[in-house]
C-alpha cells in the first residue's frame, strides 16, 4: 500500500470496532470532518457521533488494539468502512455542512484516495464503483455554483463546463464493473449517474427500495 494516507485509513477501520464507530473515528481522525459534519452525514445528532468517538477510543484503550498497518489478506474485511469514509468525505466537499458550498479540498482527495484504491484492488468491482462515482460528480462541480455564489441543480447546469474527461473515465469504469457483473451499493449509483448527464435528474427518493433490495444498505448520503 504505497499511500500514506490511505494506509492509515484501513488501519483505523480496525474490524473489532462497530462499522459506525470505526467510520466516525476515521472521519474525525484522517477525514478532516468535524463531528457537526458527521452527524449530518448519518443523519444523527451530534452527541451520538461523539459518543461513538469515545467508545471507539475506550475499546481500542481497553482492548489494547494495535493500530497495525493490515496485510492484503485482511483489506476486505475494512473495504466497505474505507469505502464508507471515501464517499462520505467527498460529500461533505459537495455539499459542505457549513460556510461555503463546496470544499474543493475535500473532493479532490476523497478523489485522489479513490483513484489510489482502485488500483490496490483491481480486481474488486465494489472498489472501482465509489471511484466512477466520485468521478462523474466531481465531473460536475464547476457547473454546480453560479457566477452570484448561488447553488445551481444539475437540470439547470451548464453542461459545457462540465468536465468530459473525467466523465468518459467514468462511463468507461461503470462498463468495466457491469462486465464482471457482482453488483453494489456504489457501482449502481454510478451506473444512475452515468446516465444522468444525458436526462434530467429522477425526482423522489434517492434510493429506492428496488436499490435497497438489489444491493444492501446503501451508503449513508449521496450529493447532487
Same mark, same amino acid.
Given at each position: 500500500?504505497? *499511500?500514506?494516507?490511505?494506509?492509515?485509513?484501513?488501519?483505523?477501520?480496525?474490524?473489532?470496532?462497530?462499522? &459506525?464507530?470505526?467510520?466516525?473515528?476515521?472521519?474525525?481522525?484522517?477525514?478532516?470532518?468535524?463531528?457537526?459534519? /458527521?452527524?449530518? #452525514?448519518?443523519?444523527?445528532?451530534?452527541?451520538?457521533?461523539?459518543?461513538?468517538?469515545?467508545?471507539?477510543?475506550?475499546? /481500542?484503550?481497553? #482492548? *489494547?488494539?494495535?493500530?497495525?498497518?493490515?496485510?492484503?489478506?485482511?483489506?476486505?474485511?475494512?473495504?466497505?468502512?474505507?469505502?464508507?469514509?471515501?464517499?462520505?468525505?467527498?460529500?461533505?466537499?459537495? #455539499?459542505?455542512?457549513?460556510?461555503?458550498?463546496?470544499?474543493?479540498?475535500?473532493?479532490?482527495?476523497?478523489?485522489?484516495?479513490?483513484? +489510489?484504491?482502485? +488500483?490496490?484492488?483491481?480486481?474488486?468491482?465494489?472498489?472501482?464503483?465509489?471511484?466512477?462515482?466520485?468521478?462523474?460528480? +466531481?465531473?460536475?462541480?464547476?457547473?454546480?455554483?453560479?457566477?452570484?455564489?448561488?447553488?445551481?441543480?444539475?437540470? *439547470?447546469?451548464?453542461?459545457?463546463?462540465?468536465?468530459?474527461?473525467?466523465?468518459?473515465?467514468?462511463?468507461?469504469?461503470?462498463?468495466?464493473?457491469?462486465?464482471?457483473?457482482?453488483?453494489?451499493?456504489?457501482?449502481?449509483?454510478?451506473?444512475?449517474?452515468?446516465?444522468?448527464?444525458?436526462?434530467? &435528474?429522477?425526482?423522489?427518493?434517492?434510493?429506492?427500495?428496488?436499490?435497497?433490495?438489489?444491493?444492501?444498505?446503501?451508503?449513508?448520503?449521496?450529493?447532487?
Amino acid at each position: 500500500m504505497r *499511500d500514506d494516507q490511505l494506509r492509515m485509513i484501513f488501519t483505523c477501520c480496525h474490524p473489532a470496532l462497530s462499522p &459506525p464507530a470505526r467510520t466516525a473515528l476515521t472521519l474525525r481522525l484522517l477525514g478532516g470532518l468535524e463531528v457537526a459534519e /458527521i452527524a449530518r #452525514a448519518y443523519l444523527v445528532p451530534e452527541s451520538t457521533v461523539f459518543q461513538r468517538i469515545v467508545r471507539a477510543k475506550k475499546k /481500542i484503550r481497553d #482492548a *489494547d488494539i494495535s493500530y497495525r498497518v493490515p496485510g492484503a489478506a485482511e483489506l476486505p474485511d475494512r473495504l466497505t468502512s474505507v469505502l464508507t469514509v471515501l464517499y462520505l468525505i467527498f460529500n461533505e466537499g459537495y #455539499a459542505s455542512t457549513s460556510g461555503e458550498l463546496l470544499r474543493t479540498d475535500l473532493c479532490l482527495e476523497a478523489v485522489r484516495l479513490a483513484r +489510489e484504491l482502485a +488500483e490496490l484492488m483491481p480486481d474488486e468491482p465494489e472498489a472501482l464503483g465509489p471511484l466512477a462515482l466520485l468521478l462523474l460528480t +466531481e465531473a460536475r462541480r464547476p457547473a454546480r455554483v453560479g457566477p452570484a455564489g448561488e447553488l445551481v441543480v444539475l437540470a *439547470d447546469q451548464d453542461r459545457s463546463l462540465w468536465n468530459h474527461r473525467l466523465i468518459a473515465e467514468g462511463h468507461e469504469l461503470v462498463r468495466r464493473c457491469l462486465r464482471r457483473d457482482r453488483p453494489g451499493p456504489y457501482q449502481l449509483q454510478a451506473a444512475i449517474n452515468a446516465v444522468q448527464p444525458t436526462a434530467r &435528474p429522477p425526482t423522489g427518493p434517492r434510493c429506492s427500495p428496488c436499490t435497497t433490495n438489489c444491493c444492501g444498505t446503501p451508503p449513508p448520503r449521496s450529493s447532487r
